[in-house]
């Protein structure tokens, strides 16, 4: 993490499509004095779960298409930080891009922006004595981080994000980083864009998206250890950090990253069972799972889906018999029972245990605290959901740590 040789002054942050909290999680992580956190997010369930974790935090439900110029004006905040509807960039969507109505709200935050710019320069012009004496701050933050899918980068919301900045004062840099990249055992390649308003510069040039995290000091995965309790054994060699350097989503280093059993939880007989995948299921969708082991250095990309659809949604534990001899011993019976046209075809898979991976232990890969809980009221389904539309802490702290932190 970068240092800082005098004590900043505490950021008011704005944190738009809130979600779960993980932009929360990331900018406590990085050590950052914050005075406060207003959390803006539509969907009651994300609310519930953000609510149950931060709940001194001011957190307003409703739709970011009503916020105003003078809501903005009101609040002065310095920090924005946002994960927008990726659903309009997705490769699996239809990639409307702005012709998507779920970018209307992300296209209204852009006239926010220059509408800010507007506010300043009249209230400047009528007020030119007065500023002298007394500079009213600049409505506009001075530091923005955005995150979404892969593809965003190519897509007409970027260009206008873009250009947006540029016209109001920015300076930004672009990212497609996993948290691979960080040492940790799951593939979850996302964009990032993080601004500051000049004159404020960064110590990296680029004028293309990056693919390496382009700062030595980095925040690693081993760093998050020393709050797990309830996590499997957690002696870990500093050296396991992990690789700062990545071209495809997979194409890190898998010996730099820590193995999955240190994310995993103790489960009962009867926990466990309660994760295991069925008959049914097994004979269905076996020829389509991602299996992994707990000494796996890497792991799927979990969505949204997961816990609901089988096929490219994340990983699944073998529990059972955890040995790739042993997959692969109980695959060819499979598909030996495919091609004769057997019943039962689930029978050889069955030895394997395999299991989907927890809320909790999901929330552990993608690095949350591990103080961070679920509310009673929501099911399993809902917060699979809701982690799979959330952020890896640790890539979003690595992020703030340099935006913040290296002027």
């Known amino acids: 993490m970068a240092t800082r040789t005098s004590t900043p002054e505490p950021l008011r942050v704005l944190e738009l499509f809130s979600g779960v909290g993980g932009m929360h999680c990331a900018i406590r992580q990085t050590g950052y ?11 009651p369930s994300a609310n519930r779960l953000y609510s149950h974790n931060f709940n001194t935090t001011k957190l307003l439900q409703l739709n970011i298409l009503g916020i105003s110029s003078s809501f903005l004006k009101q609040l002065q ?51 030119i004595v007065i500023i002298e004496l007394s500079c ?4 506009l933050p001075t530091y923005i981080l955005l995150e979404n899918v892969q593809g965003f980068e190519c897509s007409e919301a970027r260009n206008e994000l873009v250009t947006t900045l540029s016209e109001t004062g920015y300076t ?9 990249q960080f040492g940790v055992p799951n593939s979850r390649l996302r964009y990032y864009l993080i601004a500051k308003l000049q004159p404020l510069k960064f110590k990296f040039d680029s004028s293309c998206v ?25 002696d870990v060699d500093p050296g396991e950090a992990g690789s700062t350097t990545i071209s495809e989503d997979k194409s890190a280093s898998p010996l730099s990253c820590i193995p999955l059993d240190r994310f995993l939880t103790h489960l009962s007989p009867e926990e466990k069972a309660s994760y295991l995948l069925t008959a049914p299921t097994l004979q269905k969708y076996g020829k389509v799972l991602d299996i992994v082991y707990t000494h796996s ?33 109980a695959y ?37 605290p591990a103080d961070f809980s679920f509310p009673s009221d929501l099911s399993n389904k809902q917060i699979y959901k809701l982690l799979g539309n959330s952020v890896n802490v640790l890539v979003i702290t690595n992020l703030l740590s340099h935006l913040l932190l290296d002027q």
């Open 332 to 368: 060819n019976l499979y598909f030996q029972a495919v091609e004769q046209g057997l019943p039962n075809l689930e029978a050889p898979l069955m030895p394997l245990e395999l299991r989907f991976f927890t809320p909790k232990e999901i929330a552990n890969v993608m690095c949350f």
């Open 33 to 43: 004095p914050v005075s406060s956190v207003t959390a803006i997010d539509i969907n």
């Open 172 to 180: 930004y840099r672009e990212l497609l980083l996993t948290p691979l």
């Open 210 to 234: 990056i693919r390496e995290w382009p700062i030595q000091e980095i925040t690693p995965v081993t760093a998050i250890f020393t709050e797990y309790t309830g996590i499997r054994d957690i």
């Open 136 to 139: 009213e701050p600049n409505y």
């Open 297 to 329: 250095v890497c792991s799927c990309c979990f969505t949204r889906a997961y816990g609901n659809y089988l096929q490219g949604t994340g990983s699944v534990i073998q529990s059972g018999l955890n040995s790739k001899q042993a997959t692969d011993s």
């Open 77 to 127: 905040t310095q920090l924005w930080v946002m994960s927008p509807p990726c659903q309009p960039f997705t490769r699996q969507g239809k990639k409307l891009d702005l012709k998507d109505e779920r970018t209307s709200a992300f296209t209204h935050i852009l006239k926010l922006i220059r509408n800010c710019t507007t506010l300043c320069i009249e209230y400047c012009c009528l007020n």
